[in-house]
Every structure is written in C-alpha cells, then in structure tokens.
C-alpha cells in the first residue's frame, strides 16, 4: 500500500490542476466569497431587527450563509474530480501516474487539504462579518460554542467538498452530483425533518450543522454529528475510490 501513498511530484501536479481550471478554481473562490458576503448583506438588513430575526439558534444564524456556502462547496468538489472523465483526461493523468490508487488519493488529498484550509478561513470571517451588523445582538469570539462553531463550519465545508468529489468519481459527472446533492440539502433534508426528525438527523447537512447550534438538547450530539458527516464522506470517496479502479478509462 505503501507503494500507492501520494508523493509530492504528484500532489503538487493535482493543485496545478485545480489552479488551471477556471471553473473549478470559481468555485473555490466562491466557497469564501458567497458564504461570507450573504452572511454580512443578511446581517446588515435585517440583523438588528430584533432579537432571533436571523434564527431562533443565534449561534447556527451566525452561520446562516453556509446554507449557499455548501453550494459552492459541491461545485468545487464536483469539478474538481469531474474534469478527468472528459476527453480523455483520465488516460492521460495514469499515463502520467500509472498506480489508480496514488492518483485517487492524491487528487483526494489536494482537495481536501484546499477545502479546509478555505473553509476555516471562510468560517473566521463569516463569523466576524455576519456579527460587525448585528448590533446589540452580536455575539462575542469566546461566547458560548462560538470556537467550536468555527471550527465545525470549516470541517463541515471540506467535507461537504470530499462528499461531491468522491460522488463525481463514481457519477463522472459534476452535473449529476449536483442535481442530487442540492435538492438533498435544500429540499428533502426539510422535508424529512418535518415527517420524521428521528430520520432526517443522520442525513449530512442536519448531523454536520450540530457544530454550530447553541442549543444541543435536540438531535445528535455535535461531535457525533461532526462524525456522521465524516462517515458520508468516507462512503463516498471510498465508493469512487473503488469505482476508478474496477472501471475502463
């Protein structure tokens, strides 16, 4: 296995890869600058209306943008692993790196370690702006499950991205991953949760939001919710990990 483990050459050729796609670099950009920038236009209309006008959970309306933010997120993920299956990209890329398993886990790696690094930037300053406009209802840095709260929308973003990215690999298809994971998330993760919140508490985007309520008396716990997300994003990037290496170039 030791034989398949990402090496530098090879890392560093996949980051060049995401910087030399304009979509898939968009998107990137777009994780920080969509998440942020509703957050703080949100805030400002409507922040010091009164107290709860953004959410009942203060501390989950500090991160109400990462409901468009996470978009943004699949997008980056999706292309980012979706530009190997067209015109012959892939036989190319193994021409270059002959062994699947390196190649995989190496584009995994690259994304992973890009989507969190900007998704805890993009948590920091989501925080910051949304919580500049809110007035007497700010909350402060080291108010109650505000550090645990950042950390968790980073990690809820990279792995929101590694969920698209090993469903792509497996679809080879970012259009087709988008048009399940968006209405999963927008549409039948509501759905679920006013027909059975027993159900809908273990779908990715309810478990992953956890780390960013105040109040956790209802639904997982947040580190387990944390964990459930990781496992759906595990079970996909295992599922297209498996997926590159039964099937033809």
Not at 46 to 63: C, K, R
Not at 181 to 192: C, G, K, R, Y
């Amino acid at each position: 296995m030791s034989t398949a483990l990402p090496t530098v050459p090879v890392l560093r050729s996949e980051w060049i890869k995401i910087r030399s796609l304009r979509g898939t670099f968009g998107a990137l950009i777009c994780i920080f600058a969509v998440t942020v920038g509703i957050q703080a236009m949100t805030a400002a209309m409507i922040g010091q209306t009164e107290a709860g006008s953004m959410g009942d959970d203060p501390l989950l309306a500090a991160f109400y943008s990462l409901n468009f933010g996470q978009i943004a997120a699949f997008a980056f993920g999706a292309t980012a692993l979706s530009g190997e299956f067209h015109n012959g990209a892939l036989r190319t890329s193994l021409t270059a790196v002959p062994n699947r398993t390196r190649l995989y886990l190496s584009k995994m790696t690259v994304v992973g370690a890009v989507a969190l690094v900007a998704g805890q930037l993009t948590a920091l300053a989501t925080f910051f702006a949304g919580q500049a406009f809110m007035g007497p209802y700010a909350l402060d840095p080291g108010s109650p499950g505000t550090y645990r709260a950042m950390f968790g929308c980073g990690m809820y973003l990279a792995l929101m991205t590694l969920l698209a990215a090993g469903l792509t690999a497996v679809l080879r298809s970012a259009t087709a991953v988008l048009s399940l994971l968006i209405p999963l998330t927008l549409i039948v993760s509501f759905v679920l949760g006013a027909a059975s919140e027993g159900v809908a508490q273990f779908l990715p985007d309810r478990a992953g939001q956890m780390m960013m309520r105040l109040d956790t008396s209802v639904g997982l716990a947040p580190w387990t919710g944390l964990g459930v997300l990781a496992l759906w994003a595990l079970v996909a990037v295992t599922a297209g990990w498996l997926s590159l290496r039964r099937r033809d170039a």
